[in-house]
């Protein structure tokens, strides 16, 4: 799985720290009913609505894995249109088509 080379960074040099975020994900996402694609799209939905490009990618990718289709998922950006407004939508499809990119390339 990719990691930005500043989260391997974080993680390295606050381990307990890293840990301790990284299990309070996993408890999180057990706490509830949500399938593991649902719960992605979910995340990535929150990530744009935050404007958060790292974030957006990370979650682009997790969507992906867990088996959700590029077309599910810039439905996600496309329904954050009338609650993010138009350039923080635009912004995010560009970050989502950036990972959507790299995904198609790397299949080649």
Same mark, same amino acid.
């Given at each position: 799985?990719?990691?930005? /080379?500043?989260? $391997?960074?974080?993680?390295?040099?606050?381990?307990? +720290?890293? /840990? =301790?975020?990284?299990?309070?994900?996993?408890?999180?996402?057990? *706490?509830?009913?949500?399938? $593991?694609? %649902?719960?992605?799209? #979910? /995340?990535?939905? #929150?990530?744009?609505?935050?404007? &958060?490009?790292?974030? #957006? @990618?990370?979650?682009?990718? /997790?969507?992906?894995?867990?088996?959700? !289709? =590029?077309?599910? #998922? &810039?439905? %996600? %950006?496309?329904? &954050?249109?009338?609650?993010?407004?138009?350039?923080? @939508?635009?912004? *995010?499809? !560009?970050? +989502?088509?950036?990972?959507?990119?790299?995904?198609? &390339? !790397? $299949?080649?």
């Amino acid at each position: 799985m990719y990691l930005p /080379k500043l989260y $391997e960074n974080f993680s390295k040099n606050f381990p307990e +720290v890293s /840990k =301790s975020y990284q299990q309070l994900g996993e408890v999180c996402r057990k *706490a509830g009913p949500l399938e $593991e694609k %649902v719960q992605n799209l #979910i /995340k990535l939905g #929150i990530a744009v609505g935050a404007n &958060s490009r790292g974030a #957006i @990618m990370s979650h682009t990718r /997790k969507a992906l894995t867990s088996g959700a !289709s =590029s077309e599910e #998922i &810039s439905h %996600v %950006v496309l329904l &954050s249109l009338t609650t993010a407004g138009f350039p923080n @939508m635009m912004a *995010a499809m !560009s970050w +989502v088509n950036e990972v959507l990119n790299e995904e198609e &390339s !790397s $299949e080649k």
